[in-house]
Structure formats: structure tokens, C-alpha cells
């Protein structure tokens, strides 16, 4: 759902619910008058926040996407050469264990012969 027509639709309720109270509530005409002619002019006020707080979420959403749109590509290409990085420097590591792992196949190929020919 979208903010706007959230916004919306609480404005349209907080009218029609002002409105309804100023009706059902037995007054005077000159004072029902005023009491409308405060509400009207409340509703205009909070119609007024209402407007600004959507154009900040708005400007919100607008910034946001624009930072994701820059930060998330560079985000990725940094991470990309940090696992090359780390993959260039692990390259060493991974050839010595290959070779005590070998080391160590030939080693129990060996002791298996051994037992054996007992």
C-alpha cells in the first residue's frame, strides 16, 4: 500500500468523523457554525502536516534508492576483490596442506604395506 492513499484515506476519516460528531451534537446554529468553522480549519492544518510528512517520505524514498543505486554496485565490486584477495593469500596455505596431505596418503599407503607384509 502505498503512503500517500494511507494518508489520504486517515484525512478522508478524520473528516467524516469530525463531521459527524459536529452534526449529531445538539447546538445552537451560531455555534455549530464556529465549531465547523474550527474543525474546518483544524482539518486544514493536519491536511497540511499530512502533505508535508508525505513529501518527506518521499524525498526519504527518493535519496534512499539513489544511495542504494550508487552504494550497492560498489559494495559488490569491493567484496569481489576482497574473496580475490583473500584467495591470492590462502594460495600458498592451500599448496603446502596439499602437500602434507599428500605426504601424509603416502605415508599410510606405505604403513598399510608394511602391515601387511608381516
Do not use: C
Amino acid at each position: 500500500m502505498k503512503a500517500s492513499t494511507f494518508f489520504i484515506g486517515l484525512a478522508a476519516g478524520a473528516v467524516t468523523s469530525a463531521i459527524t460528531v459536529l452534526y449529531s451534537t445538539p447546538k445552537p446554529g451560531s455555534e455549530l457554525r464556529s465549531s465547523v468553522k474550527t474543525a474546518s480549519l483544524e482539518m486544514k492544518d493536519k491536511l497540511k502536516d499530512v502533505r508535508g510528512k508525505v513529501a518527506d517520505l518521499k524525498d526519504s524514498v527518493t535519496d534512499l534508492t539513489k544511495e542504494t543505486k550508487e552504494l550497492v554496485p560498489e559494495t559488490v565490486e569491493e567484496m569481489k576483490d576482497s574473496v580475490a584477495d583473500w584467495k591470492r593469500s590462502t594460495e600458498h596455505n592451500k599448496k603446502r596442506l596439499e602437500k602434507e596431505i599428500s605426504a601424509i596418503q603416502i605415508a599410510l599407503e606405505d604403513l598399510e604395506k608394511s602391515i601387511s607384509n608381516r
